[in-house]
Each structure stands twice: as C-alpha cells, then as structure tokens.
DNA sequence: TAAACTAGTTTATAATATAAACTAAATTTT
DNA sequence: AAAATTTAGTTTATATTATAAACTAGTTTA
C-alpha cells in the first residue's frame, strides 16, 4: 500500500536541491543556496549527504579566485528522484 | 519558487494516517495500524501530534469490551493536506 | 488461574535538521 | 598597509523527530 519514501530525499532541503538538479546540467553552491534560501551551514551538510548516498557529484574549483562548489546529479540520484517522486503518488495521489 | 513544507504532514508515518481518512469517513486506530505498517507505539505517537495539530479528531470508546480509537480528519487536516500536496508540486512536478 | 492476547500509552534512544560558530582567503575601506 | 568587510564555504552544538522498547490495563482462552 505505501511504499517506504527514502530517507535521504524525504528531507525538505535535500528534495529542493535534488529538485534544482534535476532541470539542469550542473549548480554552483551558492545557486542552489539562493535558490533554496537555505543557510550555507545547512546546506553544506545537506550536500554532502546527497554525496554519501551518491546521489549527486560534487566539484570542488576555484572561481574568480573564490571556491566554487559544483553539483551535478548521477544517473543513481535520478533514479532515486523517480522512485521517490512514483512512491509519493501512494500517499498523495489518488484521492 | 519553493514552498515551506508543512512538517506535521511532511513525515511518512503521518502522511499515510491523513492520506488513508481523507478517503474516509472514520477509520479505526487498528485499520490505520495495519495499512500503514506502524508499530502501535509510534502510531499513538503520530497520532497524538495529528490531534494537536487539529487535524484529525479521536474518539475513544469500547467495541466488544475492547477499547477502540476512533480517528477522523477535520477541516482543517483536510485543508492542510491539500496544500501541503499543492506545495510539493514546487519539489516533484514540473520536472 | 496462568498464559496469551488486544489495544493501546509512555518513555528512552537514535537519527535528523538546523543554526551558530568558525575557517580561510579575497576585497574594500580608511 | 592595517583593519574591517565580504565571499564561500565547513564544523560543531543543539533542538526536534521518529521510532522502538517497555509498560499499562483489561480480556479471552486453555
């Protein structure tokens, strides 16, 4: 009837971002701390939760002299996004 | 762009209990527990915070000289739940 | 009448989310 | 050119949550 919802994606902050990642190619840290209006702390920390479970790849370079932080989703991190989002319609759709 | 997700709601356990008395009238505590999968436990928990919240109302009486509780959504859980499914659009729609 | 079962609640613990505090370097101001 | 401010983060501490384990209270069965 209801299927578990993954944890990791089942995370306000953490389903933005992944939200984010999924329309484009690439975002830089601070886009996706815009874009969230997440502080920078929490957002770190959520990033590099989505790394651990590999759902997104991290980049870290140089920008104008600043780190710059680049974050791509992987083909996994799509793949979760999927399941997640189809195992939601349980809970929401189909009233 | 995205919208707060309402944390009563944003909680699995507790997605399910509203997601299953939107459909209803009423629902035992028993039928909740057993298509949801909850430990009793955790079940009264949630279903206690649901009840705080006002977005269900309980009802405790004896059926068959058991006790039995009885959960139904009020208005205002039902308002919640739709725009807490609207609010998730922001995160899993439009992809 | 002892054991097992029903229908829960309370409590303790582990996991989570979040903000506050911090690091390190670059830039701007005085 | 030192001090203050800004950028771009990370680390750590705390408060909140979710969950299971332990418990309560009564009922049924052997």
Do not use: W
């Given at each position: 009837?209801?299927?578990?919802?993954?944890?990791?994606?089942?995370?306000?902050?953490?389903?933005?971002?992944?939200?984010?990642?999924?329309?484009?190619?690439?975002?830089?840290?601070?886009?996706?701390?815009?874009?969230?209006?997440?502080?920078?702390?929490?957002?770190?920390?959520?990033?590099?939760?989505?790394?651990?479970?590999?759902?997104?790849e991290?980049?870290?370079?140089?920008?104008?002299?600043?780190?710059?932080t680049?974050?791509?989703?992987?083909?996994k991190?799509?793949?979760?996004?999927?399941?997640?989002?189809?195992?939601?319609?349980?809970?929401?759709?189909?009233?």
């Amino acid at each position: 009837m209801f299927k578990d919802l993954d944890p990791i994606l089942h995370s306000q902050l953490r389903l933005a971002v992944m939200s984010l990642l999924v329309g484009v190619k690439e975002a830089e840290f601070t886009f996706l701390k815009e874009k969230t209006n997440a502080s920078a702390g929490n957002l770190s920390v959520q990033v590099q939760k989505l790394r651990e479970a590999e759902y997104i790849e991290v980049e870290k370079k140089f920008k104008n002299n600043y780190p710059q932080t680049i974050c791509r989703i992987t083909p996994k991190g799509l793949d979760a996004f999927e399941t997640y989002v189809k195992a939601l319609q349980d809970y929401v759709g189909r009233q």
